[in-house]
């Protein structure tokens, strides 16, 4: 009986925050922000809905397959949205406009696709414009 | 009580299946997709295990196994590429 309410818990849970990860996925303003949604809480929901699976069937061989599926997961979703992530940097996909800091921003050489130290010079850092500009309400509601 | 448990984790899982196709459909640049296609495959897996689970089958955990690793390389894929395109 307690199982039961713990593998209830755990998978409701978990379908919870792969909800709230398609959700992220459609609302967030820009790239980033969304990539930060699917890896993060979709990586949490399938975490959590595996070990509802290994806590239900508590057989010891399905158990260690679904825990080795989670520490799989946990292994390759950051490695794939950084992958993702430094590609769509490089290939110029604008930031939200309401962005803060942006730390890569004149150290990228784009010709050679490396990192440099100093700073460039501006002639070489390419221009981007930022994504969904405030319209006159959320301008006003910005200040 | 465990229909309408069952169903409320279908709703959910399907809800963010939902708006992963929109941003498939709609996403501003090639980034936007790739990443909601990751996410869809993610939340198949989802399914996958719920329906493990509901019809204690854990003969299906398998096929989450190779989900999770194909959608692994399919991202890290199309990485590279928009990463040599430019």
Known sequence: ?143 | MMEVFWNVILVLLSTGLVGAFIRLARGPHLPDRVISLDLISILAMGFIVAYAVRFNQPAFLDVAIILAIISFLGTVAFAYYLERRI
Do not use: C
């Not at chain 1, 890896?39 to 959590?48: E, H, M, N, P, Q």
């Not at chain 1, 799989?72 to 290939?91: C, E, K, N, Q, S």
């Open chain 1, 1 to 143: 009986m307690l199982r039961e309410l713990l593998v209830m818990f755990l998978m409701l849970a978990g379908a919870f925050f792969m909800f709230l990860a398609g959700i992220g996925l459609l609302r967030m303003p820009d790239l980033f922000l969304r990539m930060s949604s699917t890896a993060k809480a979709g990586t949490l929901g399938a975490g959590l809905i595996l070990l509802g699976a290994a806590v239900h069937f508590n057989n010891f061989g399905v158990s260690t397959r679904s825990l080795a599926i989670i520490f799989f997961l946990l292994l390759t979703a950051p490695v794939a949205a950084h992958m993702i992530g430094r590609a769509a940097y490089f290939d110029g996909v604008p930031l939200w406009h309401g962005t803060v800091q942006d730390d890569l921003r004149g150290h990228y050489r784009s010709s050679t696709h490396t990192l440099e130290v100093e700073p460039l010079p501006e002639s070489e850092t390419p221009e981007i414009v930022a994504e969904g500009a405030p319209s006159e309400d959320e301008a006003e509601l910005d200040r």
